[in-house]
């Protein structure tokens, strides 16, 4: 009867192992933009988002969840000290509904690449509009800004998701510092 059970635990572990994906290391440089590509077919679909709209996380709510149903392509890169970062993702294809965020946590953490993160020290995400906004004209682009470290450093982890449950698309990111 142990038995059984051992083998479902594994079993299961295995999936959420193999549902998730290592973040591509980015190297940053502090004083000038640095740019990536990436494509959404290179990701995976998340088994949960609730991960988002966690207090203890708190990236975007889940009347958002449309907006990420998608495949995710993770990155990741240390952020300095007295450093803030602005993160720019441009689909190759304008038609193609991407999303974006980015969050911090320490940079001795372990647990910390969703869909298993528990907590960070600040998530931002920018999605498509689900309806105007006054002032205000949204393109195909996304960014996320206020992404920073004062005295400590933190290690920053960047999700491009496809909505709608987009699973294919290239996009660039642009990762622009500036030093606090």
Not at 74 to 102: G, K, R, V
Not at 118 to 140: F, I, L, S
């Amino acid at each position: 009867m142990k038995m059984p059970l051992l083998l479902l635990f594994l079993s299961l572990s295995l999936v959420s192992i193999l549902n998730a994906q290592q973040p591509k290391t980015i190297r940053i440089d502090k004083l000038s933009p640095t740019s990536v590509s990436g494509n959404l077919s290179d990701g995976f679909r998340m088994s949960t988002l609730a991960w988002a709209w966690n207090s203890s996380v708190a990236c975007f709510p889940k009347t958002e969840e449309e907006h990420f149903t998608g495949h995710h392509v993770l990155f990741t890169f240390d952020l300095p000290p007295y450093t803030e970062m602005t993160i720019q993702m441009i689909p190759d294809n304008p038609d193609h509904d991407m999303s974006l965020y980015a969050y911090e946590v320490g940079t001795v953490n372990t647990g910390n690449t969703v869909p298993h993160l528990t907590r960070c020290v600040r998530c931002e995400a920018d999605h498509r509009w689900d309806r105007p906004r006054v002032g205000k004209v949204q393109d195909h682009t996304r960014t996320v800004k206020n992404i920073l470290a004062l005295r400590n450093p933190y290690q920053v982890v960047v999700g491009v998701a496809g909505a709608s449950t987009l699973s294919e698309g290239s996009f660039t990111l642009i990762i622009t510092p500036k030093s606090r």
